[in-house]
């Protein structure tokens, strides 16, 4: 069975900083393209940042400078590090893993910033 299981949301002031974790399970971890999205009230689910198996990174545009993606292939890990967080960061943020046709998500952390 395929579990993402994310962790490290919750309440900071704007200008702050949050560490996201997703650990997964049953999957060979180190093959698969991670991703961290995002969906806050209202609006549609947007992608933050991605990492594949090769290391290589991807960010949104309004992420780059701020946010750090990172894995961890021995732990089966894979990290959001967010910086000068703002208000319009508020969201639910999912943990994505891809590898050809299998795609998988995590039940998602709540990231809530405050002004």
């Known amino acids: 069975q395929v579990q993402l299981v994310e962790s490290g949301g919750g309440l900071v002031q704007a200008g702050g900083s949050l560490r996201l974790s997703c650990v997964a399970s049953?999957?060979?971890?180190?093959?698969?393209?991670m991703g961290w999205y995002r969906q806050a009230p209202g609006k549609q689910q947007e992608l933050v940042a991605s990492i594949y198996d090769s290391g290589s990174t991807n960010y949104a545009d309004s992420e780059k400078g701020r946010f750090t993606i990172s894995r961890d292939n021995a732990k089966n890990t894979v990290y959001l590090q967010m910086n000068r967080l703002q208000p319009e960061d508020t969201a639910v943020y999912y943990c994505?893993?891809?590898?050809?046709?299998?795609?998988?998500w995590g039940q998602g952390t709540r990231v809530t910033i405050s002004s």
């Open positions: 994505n893993a891809k590898w050809v046709s299998r795609t998988f």
């Open positions: 049953g999957i060979s971890f180190s093959l698969y393209t």
